[in-house]
């Protein structure tokens, strides 16, 4: 019965790592920003702690142990998230997503410290669902650990929450602690469902780099409003994911000397284009925006010149010399 409970869980919910790396780049990313934060609230709390308390450090340990663990595991989240930046593919969802982990277990356990040790149960009950919150609008992860660590904190808090706030305060806090685990599997049933459309996606979606440069998607060619549009995607597929900032974009369409603003204009109405073709075709997740930069996701679109670079046979059979020669 055990086994099939697993098969049916992972059949549901569970995603392949390898599926995962845009998705452990963002926890990445989040993680750069949570952590800092924690450091100045673990390193300003055992300041304000030594100042207050520096004649009597025994009497206190608990609390500089505690707040002591913050500033050590956010120094720890922040090196880390930097150092895994180009982790590799098959390991990059484990290694960017261990410090998530580490702080939401650091979270429950901060809403357990705070509900019994500091006797403020209306902290700690907030702590608690706080840090269930934010994991699920921020990070990527899976169901089960986040399952687990829910159980931890509620029935750790459980007979504190009674006594303070009876039978209806219990009952919100279950209510919550069920809804939290709902959306976590929803989340990943969600994001299943969006990767395998998007495998089905590259499956019908090609870029053709030698000779002409050709867009295809279910057998037809991509045909844009504005022909520089074309050109631009063909520049940022041979970027092979980089990003690309607008001056590097405009120079590469228009030549060195294009410095006149009606080229930013110009370089607009492409990314106009380009955003209402791929709408119109659902096309997801390929074309990606960013504050003056612009890249694609190779991961969703099959190209001969991806194949050519990781020594695919039959690709290296079909180059002839010409290069988007167009």
Partial sequence: MLKN??????????????????AAEL??????????????????????????????????L?????????????????????LVKEAPPEKA?????????????MGICAGIYNFYMLKQPFNGVLTYCLTLSLSICAFSFSGIPFIIGIIIGASAMTPGIYANFGV???????LFGVLMSWLSLYKSRT?????????RQKSIFEAKTFGNFTLMFDNKVVKFSRSKSNELIGYLIYKNGSSVNSKELIA??????????????????LIADIKH?????????????EYNSFRINPDFIKCDFYDFLVGDKKAMKKFAGEFMSQ
């Fill in 5 to 22: 409970l697993v098969k049916k869980y992972r059949q549901r919910y569970s995603t392949d790592p390898l599926d995962l790396q845009d």
């Fill in 27 to 60: 926890n990445r990313k989040h993680l750069l920003v949570v952590s800092p934060l924690l450091f100045l609230f673990g390193i300003g709390d055992l300041i304000a702690l030594f100042i207050r308390f520096h004649n009597d450090i025994r009497g206190h």
């Fill in 62 to 82: 608990v609390s500089f142990a505690y707040f002591g663990t913050f500033t050590i595991v956010s120094s720890y989240m922040f090196i880390h998230s930097c």
């Fill in 93 to 105: 969802y484990l290694y960017k997503t261990i410090p998530f982990y580490m702080v939401f277990f």
């Fill in 168 to 174: 209806s305060g219990l009952a919100d806090v279950i």
């Fill in 191 to 199: 994001e299943k469902k969006y990767i395998g459309m998007l495998k």
């Fill in 252 to 269: 590469a369409l228009w030549g060195e000397n294009a410095e006149s603003p009606s080229y930013g204009s110009n370089l607009r109405n």
């Fill in 277 to 289: 073709t791929f709408a119109d075709l659902e096309i997801n997740s390929f074309f990606i925006t």
